[in-house]
């Protein structure tokens, strides 16, 4: 079965973290920044979000943006 929109979005935004690109404590580009850089909703951009907080690979602050968590 084809992966849909967000698991791919999670998996691209996944690659870019652990590979060293976006280091610990990298601010995410916004939403709206990642909806027109991927060319989809911010329906899917949200769920691809709630799957990297929910891996320990991001870190909300609320009214600041998503950050890169530090490696445990």
């Given at each position: 079965?084809?992966?849909q929109q967000?698991?791919v979005?999670?998996?691209?935004?996944?690659?870019?973290?652990?590979?060293?690109?976006?280091?610990p404590?990298?601010?995410?580009?916004?939403?709206?920044q990642?909806?027109?850089?991927y060319g989809?909703?911010?329906?899917?951009?949200?769920?691809?979000?709630?799957?990297l907080r929910?891996?320990g690979l991001?870190?909300t602050?609320?009214?600041?943006?998503?950050?890169v968590?530090?490696?445990?």
């Amino acid at each position: 079965m084809p992966k849909q929109q967000y698991q791919v979005l999670a998996d691209e935004l996944r690659q870019k973290i652990e590979s060293g690109e976006w280091p610990p404590g990298t601010k995410l580009p916004s939403r709206s920044q990642l909806c027109k850089e991927y060319g989809v909703s911010d329906t899917v951009v949200g769920k691809a979000m709630m799957i990297l907080r929910a891996t320990g690979l991001t870190e909300t602050l609320e009214g600041v943006g998503v950050f890169v968590a530090e490696r445990k």
